[in-house]
């Protein structure tokens, strides 16, 4: 994540929006935070994308992981 040009993607290659799978990749297992390394980058994504066009995906929220379903 750190390593991505957020603005030659959108610039370059035309990159419209932007997704990220949560759990191993942007967080540690289960935590909702995003992971310390990752912060500056993270906000570096959203300001080049717009909060709109940045999507966070979870395959364990909603799950007999995710208990009381909280993150769904």
Known sequence: M?????AALKKQVNIQAIGFDK??????PYASNI???F??????????????KVMIVSNSAGTKDDVGHKDE
């Open 2 to 6: 750190s390593c991505i040009n957020y």
């Open 23 to 28: 759990d191993n990749c942007l967080t540690a």
């Open 35 to 37: 992971h310390p390394p």
């Open 39 to 52: 912060e500056n980058a993270w906000e570096e994504c959203k300001k080049t994308f717009g909060k709109d």
